[in-house]
Nanobody, 125 residues
Framework: LQLVESGGGLVQPGGSLRLSCGAS????????IGWFRQAPGKEREGVSC????????NYADSVKGRFTISRDSAKNTVYLQMNNLKPEDTAVYYC???????????????????WGQGTQVTVSS
């Protein structure tokens, strides 16, 4: 089972990025998906998660109102739309999948079984 993140990059404060989490050889709809980030010298932070059925979403307080998580089943992809980015959002962002299917999700890394390699997001002027 392999997850692949994409969409990271360098953006100015106030800008937007959309991260994508795709998978090969398994269907993301069967898994709760979480987005995590880790900045240099800081602990990993659970940013957002979406349940298998996509009817339960959860966000960290630091990103509420700015980030949106969503699924596209046809593309087997989970997105993290990030708007009004701030310098403190700078980090490596990871997506992770939890098994078995769940109608809820949590932003705790230990709850996830499969992880991507990460994509760098840098917010700087």
């Amino acid at each position: 089972l392999q997850l692949v993140e994409s969409g990271g990059g360098l953006v100015q404060p106030g800008g937007s990025l959309r991260l994508s989490c795709g998978a090969s050889r398994f269907t993301l709809d069967y898994h709760a998906i979480g987005w995590f980030r880790q900045a240099p010298g800081k602990e990993r932070e659970g940013v957002s998660c979406i349940s298998s059925s996509a009817d339960y979403l959860n966000y960290a307080d630091s990103v509420k109102g700015r980030f949106t998580i969503s699924r596209d089943s046809a593309k087997n992809t989970v997105y993290l739309q990030m708007n009004n980015l701030k310098p403190e959002d700078t980090a490596v962002y990871y997506c992770a999948a939890a098994s078995p299917p769940r109608n809820y999700c949590v932003r705790i890394g230990a709850s996830y079984d499969h992880w991507g390699q990460g994509t760098q997001v840098t917010v700087s002027s």
